[in-house]
């Protein structure tokens, strides 16, 4: 019985042993490579020196142990023997969304970038703080020239401590940093807008601009020009960003000859987008401020001038037509004719013109340039309010009627000669009026004369006296041909296109 006993149990026990031995071996062999309750102790008998022993413990990664990157690590004595060396790590198993957007990343498209190619010290990095800009110029500065790309404009500034400036990421993005292709209009006009928007919004910050003693009118300016407003209303293609006059690196003081705002290279910059260039261009003031008299005076004053005519103009005939309305329609209607206006309320004409017969004001000369007097106004009007006013919900609408803003300045100009043509036409016609068969003799009285549309002392006089009339102190006066409502519709066509 006990040796048979003996028999029986003897090969069960050895079964039993084996089997437990072969299932620890590798549960130890895994816990040994980041067993969780170790942190990576076992590793760390080899792994002793101070990039792994302290630098990972206070890096980013520190609270995961060594098996959460390198999974595939299961033979402890392969790897001490270097028979079985770790696959590379899969970042993206933890960091999903930042592995999408780099697969979209230039780096990785063109140079099928790896994430240890720039996060070199994996074990040791840590989160982004102070220093996290410094950081990112200097790596990105070991595939890219420091003297082109580094140590001039922004990144020089960050390398000398202003946490402010931009770095390389600020402006091209981390790890999402987008592929143009310079050759194509579409790419090259979307990366005018990306980095426009992205100079945009630290120029516009009123905090950092007051910190870094810079004024950000700047931004409000270029979005005044005609190259900041056809590119805020959705048409990059053919107008100007930051980039492409102050270069996207070497931002140096105008009189650096390194400097893209340097006179000389400005007449590459400009010559590069407009044919038939004149050096003229330079002096083109890409960031005009219409309320400082003292940075750009002509504009300040022609701006001035206008909101005051404009100002003036409808304040003043807005309060005519009101007393006029009051006189002929309200006071009628308290007596109870209304519908009625007597001959007393419309301006009397002058005797030869009485007799009852139709008169033909206008010739047919004159009625052809009130044609394409209107059409061309409302042409200039309908192509020029969406740029003027590119924020306003209705512009893109309006500016995609005429096929974008390109064609849109095509029949703004169109436009404009027709303008200008009338403005020469009538000037010869005044000419002619006012020196008929080349006689010089009685110039002054025909300008100043009943048949002429210049202002004369008599509208004045006609002005005063509709307003008395308008509060019943007086008679409505009588005019000549010309009333001084009609010779001031006639002039402000000119004056304005002056302006």
Same mark, same amino acid.
């Not at 580094?150 to 990144?155: A, D, E, K, Q, R």
């Not at 910050?205 to 810079?214: C, I, L, P, T």
């Given at each position: 019985m006990r040796?048979r006993?003996s028999?029986g149990?003897g090969?069960?026990?050895?079964?039993?042993?084996c089997?437990?031995l072969?299932?620890?071996?590798?549960?130890?062999i895994v816990?040994?490579a980041g067993d969780p309750?170790?942190?990576?102790?076992?590793c760390?008998?080899?792994?002793a020196?101070?990039?792994? %022993?302290?630098g990972?413990?206070?890096?980013?990664?520190g609270?995961?142990?060594?098996?959460?990157?390198?999974?595939?690590?299961?033979?402890l004595?392969?790897?001490m023997?270097?028979e079985s060396?770790?696959?590379p790590?899969?970042c993206?198993?933890c960091?999903?969304?930042?592995a999408?957007?780099?697969?979209?990343d230039? &780096?990785?498209?063109k140079?099928?970038?790896?994430?240890?190619?720039?996060?070199?010290n994996i074990?040791?990095?840590?989160?982004?703080?102070?220093?996290?800009?410094?950081?990112?110029?200097e790596n990105?500065?070991? #595939? &890219?020239?420091?003297?082109?790309y580094t140590l001039?404009?922004?990144s020089?500034?960050?390398? %000398?401590?202003?946490a402010?400036?931009a770095?390389c990421?600020d #402006?091209?993005?981390?790890?999402?940093?987008?592929?143009?292709?310079?050759s194509?209009?579409?790419?090259r006009a979307?990366a005018?807008?990306?980095?426009t928007?992205? #100079?945009?919004? #630290?120029?516009?910050d009123?905090k950092?601009? !007051?910190?870094?003693?810079?004024s950000t009118?700047?931004?409000a300016?270029?979005d *005044?020009t005609?190259? =900041?407003?056809?590119?805020?209303?959705g048409?990059?293609?053919?107008?100007a960003?930051? $980039?492409?006059?102050?270069?996207?690196h070497?931002?140096?003081p !105008?009189?650096?000859l390194r400097?893209?705002?340097?006179? *000389?290279?400005?007449?590459a910059?400009?010559?590069a987008?407009?044919?038939?260039?004149?050096?003229r261009?330079?002096?083109f003031? $890409?960031?005009?401020?219409?309320?400082?008299?003292k940075?750009?005076?002509?504009l300040? /004053?022609t701006?001035a001038?206008?909101?005051?005519?404009?100002? =003036?103009t409808?304040?003043?005939?807005?309060?005519?037509?009101?007393?006029? /309305?009051?006189?002929?329609?309200?006071d009628?209607?308290?007596e109870?004719?209304?519908?009625?206006i007597?001959?007393?309320?419309?301006?009397?004409?002058?005797?030869?013109?009485?007799?009852? %017969?139709?008169?033909q004001?206008?010739?047919?000369?004159d009625?052809?340039?009130?044609i394409l007097?209107i059409?061309?106004?409302?042409?200039l009007?309908?192509t020029?309010?969406?740029?003027?006013?590119y924020?306003?919900? /209705?512009? !893109?609408i309006?500016?995609?009627?005429?096929g =974008?803003?390109?064609r849109? =300045?095509?029949f703004h100009?169109?436009?404009a000669?027709v303008l200008?043509?009338l403005f020469?036409?009538t000037?010869?016609?005044s000419?002619q009026?006012l020196?008929? !068969?080349?006689?010089?003799?009685?110039?002054?009285?025909?300008?100043?004369?009943?048949?002429?549309?210049?202002?004369?002392? %008599?509208?004045?006089?006609?002005i005063?006296?509709?307003?008395?009339?308008?509060?019943?102190k007086?008679?409505?006066?009588?005019?000549d041909? /010309?009333?001084?409502?009609?010779k001031?519709?006639f002039?402000?066509?000119f004056?304005?296109?002056?302006?």
């Amino acid at each position: 019985m006990r040796s048979r006993g003996s028999m029986g149990y003897g090969p069960c026990f050895a079964l039993i042993v084996c089997l437990v031995l072969g299932v620890g071996l590798p549960s130890g062999i895994v816990g040994a490579a980041g067993d969780p309750s170790g942190g990576g102790r076992n590793c760390q008998s080899c792994h002793a020196d101070a990039l792994f %022993k302290a630098g990972f413990q206070a890096s980013a990664h520190g609270n995961n142990t060594c098996a959460s990157c390198h999974r595939d690590i299961t033979d402890l004595r392969r790897h001490m023997t270097g028979e079985s060396k770790p696959r590379p790590v899969n970042c993206g198993s933890c960091h999903r969304d930042i592995a999408s957007r780099f697969r979209k990343d230039v &780096h990785y498209i063109k140079q099928s970038f790896q994430c240890q190619d720039c996060h070199q010290n994996i074990h040791s990095i840590r989160k982004s703080g102070a220093g996290a800009k410094v950081a990112a110029v200097e790596n990105c500065s070991q #595939c &890219h020239s420091r003297e082109d790309y580094t140590l001039l404009g922004h990144s020089g500034a960050v390398l %000398k401590g202003n946490a402010d400036a931009a770095a390389c990421t600020d #402006c091209h993005g981390l790890h999402n940093t987008p592929s143009y292709d310079p050759s194509l209009e579409r790419d090259r006009a979307a990366a005018r807008e990306n980095y426009t928007r992205r #100079c945009r919004s #630290c120029h516009a910050d009123a905090k950092m601009a !007051k910190r870094n003693r810079f004024s950000t009118k700047t931004v409000a300016s270029y979005d *005044e020009t005609y190259h =900041g407003k056809v590119l805020n209303i959705g048409f990059p293609q053919r107008v100007a960003g930051c $980039a492409d006059c102050h270069l996207g690196h070497n931002i140096l003081p !105008k009189n650096d000859l390194r400097s893209g705002m340097h006179p *000389e290279n400005m007449k590459a910059a400009c010559k590069a987008c407009h044919k038939g260039f004149h050096n003229r261009f330079v002096s083109f003031e $890409a960031h005009p401020d219409p309320l400082d008299p003292k940075r750009s005076p002509i504009l300040y /004053w022609t701006n001035a001038f206008m909101i005051a005519l404009l100002g =003036g103009t409808f304040a003043f005939f807005w309060l005519h037509t009101i007393l006029w /309305w009051r006189r002929a329609y309200c006071d009628k209607c308290c007596e109870g004719k209304a519908g009625f206006i007597e001959k007393t309320i419309l301006p009397e004409c002058r005797p030869e013109y009485r007799e009852d %017969k139709q008169i033909q004001r206008f010739p047919v000369r004159d009625r052809i340039m009130h044609i394409l007097l209107i059409l061309s106004f409302f042409t200039l009007v309908m192509t020029g309010f969406p740029i003027k006013y590119y924020d306003a919900p /209705w512009a !893109k609408i309006l500016i995609n009627i005429w096929g =974008g803003a390109y064609r849109a =300045g095509l029949f703004h100009r169109l436009a404009a000669l027709v303008l200008c043509g009338l403005f020469l036409y009538t000037l010869w016609l005044s000419l002619q009026f006012l020196f008929p !068969k080349r006689e010089f003799r009685g110039a002054l009285q025909r300008l100043l004369g009943p048949d002429s549309l210049f202002p004369n002392f %008599k509208d004045l006089k006609d002005i005063i006296g509709m307003f008395k009339w308008f509060f019943g102190k007086g008679e409505m006066p009588k005019f000549d041909r /010309w009333t001084y409502w009609e010779k001031f519709d006639f002039l402000a066509v000119f004056w304005g296109m002056t302006a």
